[in-house]
């Protein structure tokens, strides 16, 4: 029986525009861009502070001397957020609806100091949730958030889903995770824990209605 659902953030409750994202890093004068930038798990400075090995002044100064000019954070952030291209409010609601009927809600990401200054604040459902039009910050729909530049791990290591399992107290059989890449899901599936792999910006909410009724 499901317990505990565990959602991918980028390409399951964000619609990803990895494009766009490449475009505006490459306005900032980043050479080949399209090289240096991954849909799932990212390389180089980009992979170095998503994995916190970095902080993000760190990152605004080494991207700055890939780009050869000095960029400001604003400059860094919008760049990260051409990843960001809609957040379904679908996928809002459903979360709400599972957290009412008892499920245990994690959001488990590679991530970012600058797309988490959005997602954390009430940018993230500002005119998409009924209920709170003002908007509230992605932490405020889940029980608890595991970001992969706070833990210091990107999936698809399993250590990071092993992080979760012990910091949470839960099982893997009875915890399901949905995210977009492959090797993330093979990754969680090798860990005992059960998979849905929706694909990015498709609505996967009556899906995973369906699998938690079987």
């Given at each position: 029986?499901i317990?505990?659902i565990?959602?991918?953030?980028?390409?399951?409750?964000?619609?990803?525009?990895q494009?766009e994202?490449?475009?505006?890093?490459?306005?900032?004068?980043?050479?080949?861009?399209?090289s240096?930038?991954d849909?799932?798990t990212?390389?180089?400075?980009?992979?170095?502070?998503?994995?916190?090995?970095?902080?993000?002044?760190?990152f605004?100064k080494?991207?700055?001397?890939?780009?050869?000019?000095?960029?400001?954070?604003?400059e860094?952030r919008?760049?990260?957020?051409?990843?960001?291209?809609?957040?379904?409010?679908r996928?809002?609601?459903i979360?709400k609806?599972?957290?009412?009927?008892g499920?245990?809600?994690?959001?488990l990401?590679?991530?970012?100091p600058?797309?988490?200054?959005?997602?954390?604040?009430?940018?993230f459902?500002?005119?998409?949730?009924?209920?709170?039009?003002?908007?509230?910050?992605?932490?405020?729909?889940?029980?608890?958030?595991?970001?992969?530049y706070?833990?210091?791990?990107m999936?698809p290591?399993?250590r990071?889903f092993?992080?979760?399992?012990?910091?949470e107290?839960?099982?893997?059989?009875?915890?399901?995770?949905?995210?977009?890449g492959p090797?993330?899901i093979?990754?969680a599936?090798?860990?005992?824990?059960?998979t849905?792999?929706?694909?990015?910006?498709a609505?996967?909410?009556?899906?995973?209605?369906?699998r938690?009724?079987?």
């Amino acid at each position: 029986m499901i317990k505990n659902i565990i959602f991918d953030f980028g390409g399951v409750i964000i619609t990803l525009d990895q494009p766009e994202a490449i475009r505006r890093f490459a306005s900032l004068g980043l050479p080949d861009a399209s090289s240096q930038l991954d849909a799932y798990t990212q390389g180089g400075i980009f992979g170095a502070v998503e994995e916190g090995k970095i902080g993000a002044e760190t990152f605004r100064k080494e991207l700055s001397r890939l780009c050869s000019r000095e960029l400001t954070w604003d400059e860094c952030r919008h760049a990260w957020l051409g990843y960001r291209k809609e957040v379904p409010a679908r996928n809002v609601e459903i979360l709400k609806r599972l957290r009412r009927e008892g499920y245990r809600l994690i959001m488990l990401s590679n991530t970012n100091p600058y797309m988490m200054s959005w997602a954390m604040s009430n940018e993230f459902s500002r005119g998409i949730d009924a209920e709170c039009m003002e908007g509230r910050p992605a932490g405020d729909y889940f029980d608890a958030v595991y970001l992969s530049y706070e833990v210091g791990c990107m999936k698809p290591d399993r250590r990071f889903f092993a992080h979760v399992m012990q910091h949470e107290g839960i099982q893997p059989g009875e915890t399901l995770f949905l995210d977009d890449g492959p090797r993330n899901i093979e990754a969680a599936a090798a860990s005992g824990i059960h998979t849905m792999q929706p694909e990015n910006g498709a609505d996967w909410t009556q899906l995973l209605l369906d699998r938690l009724a079987e």
